[in-house]
Structure formats: structure tokens, C-alpha cells
């Protein structure tokens, strides 16, 4: 269609305060990410997934509906989960956000030719916006890229090009390795619409754990026939995440993570529900630009389902 953009950034989160500035790095991120890909001349949209709304408090949807009203509708759409979508999918109380369902129903909801699917303090570089830029995508092809992680603190709301590629700024550099290009790829898995919806986006049949969600989706990449290519460019990334500053709190008892256990076997191929990503949900127009999906049992798989599982895949290397 003529108005399909070229690109689709699929974000999830809710209002929450995760890490005491979760909504002031998103918006930072998203502005960065829009100026320059505007500047470049790439069609594009943003689609926002809030998941588990806070009682009480306003949805981050409206929020940035407020903050970007000239985008919203168009550039900026927004799909609120039903907070019971939440206790009906999860296996694992400790669970406390199921981010790669709520990212399915990103997946479901874009309408870019491209989607990538990352998170909220993630900046594009200037190799990913080249490559971008010049339309070079291939359909077919998973795209990876290594993610820099930035010295903490940085004032991210100052974020510009000399702090972005400054290396005396650089805290890790998460390399990216064959077969798989697993490492950190929930922050860059950039594929074409079709193929997303070929493979039905990420794991909907382990609902125990979000943690390494993006390794086995990849994982899936592979069996289904795609290519899994790693692009000579970066992302950066801005403060340290739940794994990386909670990690050690949970050595002992990683059955208590709040991310779910680590240790769940993620070296098999699922075979998600046609349902996936809360399609049979009813979504409902709350205002420009943000939609509600309410509840519904239909929209929920089983809570077991050991066809999902197709079969072992080899270990990764």
C-alpha cells in the first residue's frame, strides 16, 4: 500500500517507573530514533504495547498520545493489554511481565514492509540508519547487530552523536557470533513483516520465563528456513537493565527471578497457536492513536500444549 512505511519499531512497557526513569528514556530514545530516521528520509512508525497497565495509574499509552499527539494515529499507535491477559497467560507467579507477548501483539499490529523489535533505550546508529536508508533489506533475512552498552551514568536526555560514538564511553561491547547471533538480540531482531507472521512471532508455548525468549526465537529463525545475518553496524544501549543490575541478587534461587527461571530449556522449536499475539481479542478505539484489547478466554491459549513443542533443536554453540 502507498502508505505502508518501510519500517515498524515495536516497543512494550508500561507505566510503571521501571528503574525511576522509565518513561523520560523512552521518550528520549523514541525522539532520537524518530529525528534521524525522519531525517533520512525513512518511512516508519512507532507501535507501543503497554502490558499489565498499573492499577491506579494512567496508561503510558495516553501518556505519550499526549506527548506526540502530532504523530499519534499515524506515526505512534498504541494497544493496551487488558491487565488479565497478564494472570491468564502465565505459568510462573513470579513472572512479573510477559514482554514477548506483548511484543506479538506489536508484531500482529504493524503494518511496516520491515519490523524490528527492540527495546526502549535503544538508539540506532549510524550504520543501521545507512543500511535503512538505502532500502537494502532483503525478505527472508534476519537481521542481527551488536549492542554497545553505555557507560552508566550517561545523561541520556544530552544524548547526541559524540556521546553515541565516543568509545571512551563504551562500558561492553556484546559481540554477535555465529550460528545463532544470539547475544542480546532481544535489542535488534529486525526481519520482514511476512516472515514474522510466517514463523508467528515469538514463544507463546513456554510461558515461564520472558528471559532468553530472544535467543530461542532465533532459534526458530533458523529452523524455519530463514537466514540469520549480522550487520556490520550497531545499536547502544542506554542504563543496565533488569538482567544485568538484578542478576546476581537471584544466583541461588533463580526459580524466584522475576524474569522467570534461566535455566528453562530454550534449544527447541515452538509451534505458536494461530491465535497468536491476542488476535481473537476484541480491540476497542479508546482515542487517536490507542486501542484497547479487552479480555477474553478465547484469545488465550491452553495452558498446556505439548504439540507446540515440535521437536529438540541443536544446542547452540
Not at 57 to 63: D, M, S
Not at 131 to 159: E, F, H, N, S, W
Request: aromatic share 12%; net charge neutral; proline share 6%.
Amino acid at each position: 500500500m502507498p502508505d505502508t512505511p518501510y519500517l515498524s519499531i515495536v516497543l512494550t512497557g508500561r507505566n510503571d517507573d521501571f528503574g525511576g526513569d522509565f518513561n523520560n528514556r523512552l521518550f528520549c530514545a523514541m525522539e532520537f530514533n524518530h529525528r534521524q530516521l525522519s531525517d533520512c528520509g525513512i518511512p516508519h512508525e512507532f507501535v507501543f504495547v503497554e502490558w499489565r497497565p498499573v492499577p491506579g495509574k494512567r496508561w503510558l499509552a495516553e501518556v505519550l498520545a499526549d506527548r506526540y499527539h502530532d504523530l499519534a494515529g499515524d506515526m505512534l499507535v498504541s494497544y493496551v493489554a487488558d491487565a488479565a491477559y497478564h494472570e491468564a497467560y502465565s505459568l510462573n507467579p513470579k513472572l512479573q511481565f510477559q514482554e514477548f507477548i506483548a511484543k506479538n501483539i506489536g508484531i500482529r499490529h504493524s503494518r511496516g514492509a520491515f519490523l524490528l523489535t527492540t527495546n526502549t533505550d535503544i538508539y540506532l546508529s549510524r550504520g543501521v540508519l545507512d543500511v535503512l536508508q538505502q532500502r537494502a533489506l532483503t525478505t527472508g533475512v534476519l537481521y542481527r547487530v551488536r549492542r554497545v552498552d553505555l557507560k552508566d551514568p550517561i545523561d541520556y536526555q544530552q544524548i547526541d552523536w559524540d556521546i553515541l560514538e565516543d568509545s571512551r564511553n563504551y562500558e561492553t561491547i556484546n559481540e554477535i557470533r555465529p550460528p545463532y547471533y544470539t547475544n542480546a538480540s532481544g535489542d535488534f531482531l529486525l526481519l520482514d513483516r511476512t516472515s514474522y507472521h510466517h514463523i508467528r512471532g515469538f514463544n507463546e508455548v513456554v510461558r515461564v520465563a520472558k528471559i532468553h525468549m530472544d535467543s530461542n526465537f532465533c532459534l526458530k529463525a533458523d529452523s524455519s528456513g530463514l537466514t540469520i545475518s549480522p550487520m556490520s553496524a550497531s545499536v547502544y544501549h542506554v542504563g543496565r537493565g533488569t538482567w544485568n543490575s538484578q542478576r546476581l541478587l537471584y544466583t541461588g534461587n533463580p526459580h524466584d527471578a522475576p524474569w522467570g527461571d534461566s535455566r528453562w530449556k530454550r534449544a527447541v522449536v515452538y509451534d505458536n497457536p494461530p491465535t497468536w499475539g491476542l488476535s481473537a481479542a476484541p480491540v476497542r478505539l479508546m482515542r487517536r492513536g490507542v486501542y484497547h484489547l479487552d479480555f477474553t478466554w478465547d484469545a488465550v491459549p491452553p495452558a498446556v500444549n505439548l504439540r507446540g513443542v515440535v521437536r529438540p533443536h541443536r544446542e547452540e554453540h
